[in-house]
């Protein structure tokens, strides 16, 4: 495997930003391999080099045979801001992918193109793998930040680590738009939606939402596997639960 950190510049971002790639090399005739994919989305206080400093990525990337790539999200929840030159979800739902289709040995098929996260990279993961349905065919979403629309009722306080207001501007307004993962889920066919692999842990403020979440996938008829287990919002879990989710895609393909 190679681990290669890049910079590119982005026309959505309208700057440079880094990324982080992990690509198989071991291979015979590489110039013509296709390796399916995992874009993996970092949490609201990390950057791209934290999936690779506090997990097995790499080496889970490697036995799975599968190429993945981390780009940096800043605090951004993965969606197109009101200021201008922040539009992340188009970064990471289209010109990520292009751009790196083209740097590197990429499938560009539906079915091996994944995007996944943790925490604020479970909401991005979930907001673009439903709103970039034609791109990603999986979603594998770790302990998602799904409180800013999905705390329940019985839940008086919104648990927030940062004030998420100031990124989705009004929520009344955000609630009804492409930035709630919910208002896409309605707007899709099952047919169209992705397979998705969901685990939070049961000491993680996080699963109340994360349970919300689930029900309206059930009762839209998505292909979900969803897991509650021991653990709390660490990387301890993530670690763990991304090597399950990379299993459950490779099973898929199988």
């Known amino acids: 495997m190679a681990l290669i950190h890049g910079n590119i510049m982005s026309k959505e971002?309208?700057?440079?930003?880094?990324?982080?790639?992990?690509?198989?090399?071991?291979?015979?005739?590489?110039?013509?391999?296709?390796f399916p994919t995992l874009y993996l989305l970092h949490g609201l206080s990390d950057n791209c080099e934290a999936w690779v400093a506090n997990s097995r990525i790499v080496k889970l990337a490697e036995e799975a045979g599968i190429a993945v790539i981390m780009p940096t999200g800043d605090i951004s929840f993965y969606i197109d801001q009101l200021v201008s030159n922040n539009n992340y979800g188009k970064f990471v739902g289209e010109e990520l992918v292009d751009i790196t289709r083209k740097m590197f040995p990429l499938s560009s098929k539906r079915e091996d193109t994944i995007i996944g996260g943790l925490s604020m990279g479970g909401f991005g993961a979930i907001r673009n793998g439903l709103k970039y349905h034609e791109t990603f065919g999986s979603i594998i979403a770790l302990s998602s930040a799904l409180h800013i629309f999905e705390t329940p009722d019985e839940l008086p306080i919104?648990?927030?680590?940062?004030?998420e207001d100031l990124i989705f501007g009004d929520l009344d307004v955000a609630k009804e738009s492409?930035?709630?993962?919910?208002?896409?889920?309605?707007?899709?066919?099952?047919?169209?939606?992705p397979e998705i692999f969901m685990a939070c842990g049961t000491e993680d403020n996080l699963i109340y939402s994360n349970r919300c979440f689930k029900e309206r996938l059930l009762k839209k008829g998505a292909d979900l596997t969803y897991i509650e287990a021991p653990g709390e919002h660490v990387w301890s879990f993530w670690d763990e639960y991304i090597e399950k989710g990379i299993k459950w895609f490779n099973n898929k393909r199988q």
């Not at 440079?16 to 296709?34: G, R, W």
């Not at 919104?158 to 004030?163: A, F, G, L, Q, S």
């Not at 896409?184 to 099952?190: E, S, T």
């Open 13 to 34: 971002l309208h700057r440079q930003t880094a990324f982080n790639a992990v690509i198989p090399v071991d291979v015979e005739n590489i110039s013509k391999c296709e």
């Open 158 to 163: 919104r648990e927030t680590p940062y004030d």
């Open 178 to 193: 492409d930035k709630n993962p919910a208002y896409i889920l309605n707007n899709l066919k099952k047919e169209e939606i």
